[in-house]
């Protein structure tokens, strides 16, 4: 049985006793920043020298300074840049402004896990990270919920890395929900794992074929949207409330028994032996590799891939429909409060 912590787990006052620096005020960034400030603790962010969030930052009440800067006075730094760009910012601006005893946090463990960065043996290295995105890790916290979060320790070089971790941890809202132990190779792992077979990689492909039958079988594609992108949410949200049994247990028994029989032919057991190839190129490297081999050209494969998804048919028709109904509503516009909460 995984480890769990809550609220009674952690001790506030350990995080409240230290400065923080929050480093990228992304998805994220701007979570982690603003969850920590109103938690009582201070928080600085340090952003790239004409960085586009400075002015976003600041709106919130934060204080933003040079990365370096914020580094250097900092008792914990949270790398919070995209996973490519966080060994660049770390050998450039923190590794040599880094005080020799500050805790290193992340929210994902590939650069530890595949060796992109090295910290010195001084410092603790700790992962945070939460298992939602920034935004609805921002709008949980200020609903008085929280998102729940995995939580790791890879170097325990003060005695006390744990106590720190989990009154950071219970700073973002994380224990409200339950945290739980892991480590940065299991995190790193099995959440490339998940987001590449499942969560985005699948799902997305799952959609675009359903869409690219129904339309080519002369359905309209509006039709299609709602029935193979729209209502995924809904189906989703059952799952997530009560498992797939809920799912099946809501939905009509002609669903259910089509399920059944026409979800295997689907998904085939040849699928399960494609996602172990996946897993074991992500245990190996192989993928890692290639991303930021592919990062360090440019990203050439990169942007001609999100370009070809970006032209796909189904987000044409997702883009016109979605003007025209309610629920359109996106983090955004909780965000400028032109959506009510
Ligand atoms: N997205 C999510 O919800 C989740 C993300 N994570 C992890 O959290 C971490 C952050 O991801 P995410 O929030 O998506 O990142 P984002 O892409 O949202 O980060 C954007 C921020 O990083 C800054 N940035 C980008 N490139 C550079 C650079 N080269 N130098 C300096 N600053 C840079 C941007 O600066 P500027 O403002 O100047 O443009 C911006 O402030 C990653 O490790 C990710 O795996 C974990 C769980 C979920
Ligand atoms: C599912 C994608 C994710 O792993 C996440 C939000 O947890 C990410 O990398 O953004
Ligand atoms: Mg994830
Ligand atoms: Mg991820």
Not at 118 to 134: L, R
């Amino acid at each position: 049985m995984a480890e769990m912590f809550y609220d009674d787990d952690a001790d506030l006052g350990v995080i409240q006793s230290k400065k923080v620096a929050i480093i990228g005020y992304g998805s994220q960034g701007h979570a982690h920043a603003l969850n920590l400030r109103d938690s009582g603790v201070e928080v600085v962010v340090g952003l790239r020298d004409g960085s586009a969030s400075r002015a976003k930052a600041e709106e919130q009440g934060l204080i933003v300074k040079e990365i370096g800067e914020a580094v250097a006075d900092a008792d914990v730094v949270m790398i919070l840049t995209p996973d490519q760009a966080q060994r660049g910012v770390y050998a450039e601006h923190i590794e040599p402004n880094l005080k020799p005893d500050a805790a290193l946090f992340f929210a994902h463990g590939f650069n530890i896990r595949y060796g992109y960065i090295t910290p010195g043996e001084g410092h603790d290295v700790c992962m945070v990270a939460p298992k939602g995105p920034g935004h609805t890790v921002r709008r949980q916290f200020e609903d008085g919920r929280g998102v729940p979060a995995i939580i790791a320790v890879e170097q325990d070089a003060s005695g006390s890395a744990w106590d720190l971790a989990l009154s950071y941890a219970k700073a973002m809202g994380a224990l409200r929900a339950g945290g739980i132990k892991t480590t940065f190779t299991e995190e790193t792992e099995t959440d490339l794992f998940g987001e590449q077979s499942v969560l985005c990689g699948g799902v997305s492909k799952l959609i675009q074929y359903g869409f690219e039958t129904l339309t080519e079988a002369g359905y309209q594609p509006e039709i299609a949207y709602f029935e193979v992108l729209h209502e995924l949410k809904l189906i989703v949200d059952l799952i997530n409330e009560g498992g797939i049994t809920k799912q099946r247990w809501s939905c009509s028994d002609t669903a259910e028994y089509g399920d059944y029989v026409s979800g295997p032919r689907i998904i085939t057991p040849e699928v399960k032996e494609n996602m172990k190839a996946v897993l074991a190129d992500i245990q190996d490297g192989t993928f890692a590799t290639r991303f930021i081999e592919d990062q360090d050209a440019g990203a050439p494969e990169f942007e001609a891939l999100r370009a070809e998804g970006q032209n796909h048919p189904v987000e044409k028709t997702g883009q016109e429909l979605r003007k025209l109904f309610a629920w359109k509503t996106t983090d955004a516009d909780y965000e400028d409060g032109s959506a009510a909460r």
